[in-house]
C-alpha cells in the first residue's frame, strides 16, 4: 500500500509516523519550506493527543517529548489583584466538559514539530502545494502540484488544516465558517516576569483573569528536563538548533474580536487590549517575545451528513475545528486512520471499509455539537 499525505502538520507527522512503523510506504507533500510558519509557541496536549504520540512515534522520540512537556495541567485558577498583587479568588477544573480543556501537560510547539520532522527527512517533500488531484478508475489517486511534481498512491490524505485544498476538492459542500471571534496568544520569557509572583501563584496549572471587561489566560512551561539534556539522551539525531536556546516561558491568551483586531501588527493590538489590567498582567505582554505573538482566527465547520468511503479521506483541521485542541483531534485522527490503514494492509479489512471506519468514529467523536464526545 502507498499512501500520500498532504501537510505535515501535526496530524500529518503523527500518521507518517505510524505509517512508517507499520511498514507502509508513505509520502508527505508540504506546502511551506522546512521551517515553517509561526503556530504559536506552546500547545496544551491532552490524553487524546499524548496517546497518539505514544501509539505512533518511536520509542525515543516518544520520551524526547515527554522529557520535556511541562508539569500537570489539571485546574485553572482564577486570578484578580489585591493591593496590585497578582491573587487567587477560585479554581475551575479541566474536566472537558462543555469546552472546559481537559488535563494535559504544556508541550513547546516548535520543539514538537522539530521532533515529528526527525527521522522523516526521507519521507517530507517541502514547497510542494497540492492544486489538484483525481481519483483513477483502478482505484489509485493522482495529484499535482504548484511545482510541477505529480504523484499515485492508494490513498490520499488531507491533512493540510483548515484551508484545505483536499477537502474542497472531495467534499466541496463542507465549508468552514469564520465565528468573528479571535485570540491573540504569546509567550513571554519566565525570567522577564518572575519578579511579579505570577508564575510562583500560577504553577504549573493555568490562570484566567477577567478584568474590567479584558479576559487573559496564562500558563507557565517549566521544561520537566533541560531540552539540551533530553536530546542528548533520547534524540541526538533531533537537529540541536531544535533545542539550542530553549528556556522557560509564559505562555498568555487574550480572547477579542475581529472587529476589536483589525488588521496590522499583532503585539501592539495586544499592548493596547491590556491597557486597563494591572501592571503584573500588563508586563507580561510587555515583555513577549513579539515576533511569536499570532492571532488566531476562530472558525467551525458545521457537522455534515456522512459521504461515501473512497480512496482519498482527510483528517485534523481539515475536516473539524475544535478551538484550543484542534491539534489534539488532529493526533487522534492519525492515530485511528493508522489502525485502520495498518488493518487494510494486513489484508484483515477491505482498504474502503477501513477508511469508512475511520471517519464514521471522526464524525461521531469530534463534532461536539451532534452530543458526542471525543475519546481516546
Ligand atoms: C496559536 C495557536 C495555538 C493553538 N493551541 C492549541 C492547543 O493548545 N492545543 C491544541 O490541541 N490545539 C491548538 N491549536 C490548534 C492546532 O494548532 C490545530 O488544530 C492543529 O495544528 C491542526 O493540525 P492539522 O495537522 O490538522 O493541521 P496543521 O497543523 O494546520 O497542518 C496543516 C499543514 O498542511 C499544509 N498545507 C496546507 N495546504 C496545503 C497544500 N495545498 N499542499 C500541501 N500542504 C498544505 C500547511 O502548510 C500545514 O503545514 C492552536 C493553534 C494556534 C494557531
Redesign the pocket.
Same mark, same amino acid.
Given at each position: 500500500m502507498r499512501v500520500m499525505v498532504?501537510?505535515?502538520?501535526?496530524?500529518?507527522?503523527?500518521l507518517a509516523h505510524g505509517l512508517r512503523r507499520a511498514g507502509i510506504d508513505v509520502v508527505v507533500?508540504?506546502?511551506?519550506g522546512a521551517s515553517?510558519?509561526p503556530?504559536?509557541?506552546?500547545?496544551?496536549?491532552?490524553d487524546r493527543?499524548a496517546s497518539a504520540l505514544r501509539a505512533c512515534l518511536p520509542p525515543g522520540h516518544v520520551a524526547m517529548v515527554e522529557a520535556t512537556t511541562g508539569g500537570p495541567r489539571e485546574r485553572t485558577l482564577t486570578l484578580a489583584e489585591v493591593d496590585g498583587e497578582p491573587v487567587a479568588t477560585g479554581v475551575r477544573t479541566s474536566d472537558g466538559i462543555d469546552g472546559r480543556p481537559r488535563p494535559g501537560r504544556?508541550v513547546d510547539?516548535p520543539l514538537l514539530r522539530a521532533v515529528l520532522l526527525t527521522g522523516l527527512e526521507d519521507v517530507v517533500r517541502f514547497g510542494?502545494?497540492?492544486?489538484r488531484f483525481e481519483r483513477c478508475a483502478d482505484g489509485t489517486v493522482r495529484a499535482w502540484?504548484a511545482d510541477g511534481r505529480a504523484d499515485i498512491a492508494d490513498v490520499l490524505v488531507g491533512?493540510?488544516?483548515?484551508?484545505?485544498?483536499?477537502r474542497r476538492g472531495y467534499l466541496p459542500d463542507v465549508r468552514p465558517v469564520d465565528t468573528g471571534r479571535r485570540?491573540i496568544?504569546g509567550a513571554t520569557p519566565l525570567r522577564a516576569v518572575a519578579g511579579t509572583g505570577l508564575p510562583d501563584l500560577i504553577g504549573d496549572i493555568a490562570g484566567s483573569a477577567h478584568i474590567r471587561g479584558t479576559t487573559m489566560v496564562l500558563g507557565v512551561l517549566r521544561f520537566s528536563q533541560p531540552p539540551v539534556q533530553a536530546r542528548r539522551k533520547w534524540l541526538p539525531t533531533l537537529h540541536p538548533s531544535a533545542v539550542a536556546g530553549i528556556e522557560d516561558y509564559v505562555m498568555w491568551?487574550l480572547p477579542t474580536t475581529r472587529e476589536r483586531l483589525g488588521s496590522g501588527a499583532v503585539w501592539p493590538r495586544a499592548e493596547e487590549l491590556t491597557a486597563d489590567l494591572p501592571p503584573f498582567l500588563r508586563s507580561v505582554v510587555a515583555e513577549a517575545w513579539r515576533d511569536a505573538t499570532?492571532a488566531?482566527r476562530i472558525g467551525t465547520i458545521p457537522p455534515m451528513p456522512a459521504w461515501p468511503a473512497g480512496s482519498v479521506t482527510v483528517?485534523? +483541521? =481539515?475536516i473539524h475545528?475544535?478551538?484550543?485542541?484542534?491539534?489534539?483531534?488532529?493526533?487522534l +485522527? =492519525?492515530r485511528r486512520l493508522c489502525a485502520a490503514l495498518v488493518e487494510a494492509n494486513r489484508g484483515r479489512l477491505g482498504l474502503l471499509d477501513a477508511i469508512g471506519d475511520y471517519e464514521d468514529t471522526m464524525r461521531r467523536t469530534s463534532f461536539p455539537s451532534v452530543g458526542a464526545k471525543a475519546g481516546a
Amino acid at each position: 500500500m502507498r499512501v500520500m499525505v498532504v501537510g505535515a502538520g501535526l496530524g500529518g507527522l503523527t500518521l507518517a509516523h505510524g505509517l512508517r512503523r507499520a511498514g507502509i510506504d508513505v509520502v508527505v507533500y508540504e506546502r511551506d519550506g522546512a521551517s515553517g510558519r509561526p503556530q504559536g509557541v506552546s500547545l496544551h496536549v491532552d490524553d487524546r493527543g499524548a496517546s497518539a504520540l505514544r501509539a505512533c512515534l518511536p520509542p525515543g522520540h516518544v520520551a524526547m517529548v515527554e522529557a520535556t512537556t511541562g508539569g500537570p495541567r489539571e485546574r485553572t485558577l482564577t486570578l484578580a489583584e489585591v493591593d496590585g498583587e497578582p491573587v487567587a479568588t477560585g479554581v475551575r477544573t479541566s474536566d472537558g466538559i462543555d469546552g472546559r480543556p481537559r488535563p494535559g501537560r504544556q508541550v513547546d510547539r516548535p520543539l514538537l514539530r522539530a521532533v515529528l520532522l526527525t527521522g522523516l527527512e526521507d519521507v517530507v517533500r517541502f514547497g510542494a502545494e497540492l492544486t489538484r488531484f483525481e481519483r483513477c478508475a483502478d482505484g489509485t489517486v493522482r495529484a499535482w502540484f504548484a511545482d510541477g511534481r505529480a504523484d499515485i498512491a492508494d490513498v490520499l490524505v488531507g491533512a493540510d488544516g483548515v484551508g484545505s485544498a483536499v477537502r474542497r476538492g472531495y467534499l466541496p459542500d463542507v465549508r468552514p465558517v469564520d465565528t468573528g471571534r479571535r485570540m491573540i496568544m504569546g509567550a513571554t520569557p519566565l525570567r522577564a516576569v518572575a519578579g511579579t509572583g505570577l508564575p510562583d501563584l500560577i504553577g504549573d496549572i493555568a490562570g484566567s483573569a477577567h478584568i474590567r471587561g479584558t479576559t487573559m489566560v496564562l500558563g507557565v512551561l517549566r521544561f520537566s528536563q533541560p531540552p539540551v539534556q533530553a536530546r542528548r539522551k533520547w534524540l541526538p539525531t533531533l537537529h540541536p538548533s531544535a533545542v539550542a536556546g530553549i528556556e522557560d516561558y509564559v505562555m498568555w491568551a487574550l480572547p477579542t474580536t475581529r472587529e476589536r483586531l483589525g488588521s496590522g501588527a499583532v503585539w501592539p493590538r495586544a499592548e493596547e487590549l491590556t491597557a486597563d489590567l494591572p501592571p503584573f498582567l500588563r508586563s507580561v505582554v510587555a515583555e513577549a517575545w513579539r515576533d511569536a505573538t499570532v492571532a488566531l482566527r476562530i472558525g467551525t465547520i458545521p457537522p455534515m451528513p456522512a459521504w461515501p468511503a473512497g480512496s482519498v479521506t482527510v483528517i485534523g +483541521d =481539515a475536516i473539524h475545528l475544535a478551538p484550543g485542541f484542534g491539534g489534539n483531534l488532529a493526533m487522534l +485522527d =492519525a492515530r485511528r486512520l493508522c489502525a485502520a490503514l495498518v488493518e487494510a494492509n494486513r489484508g484483515r479489512l477491505g482498504l474502503l471499509d477501513a477508511i469508512g471506519d475511520y471517519e464514521d468514529t471522526m464524525r461521531r467523536t469530534s463534532f461536539p455539537s451532534v452530543g458526542a464526545k471525543a475519546g481516546a
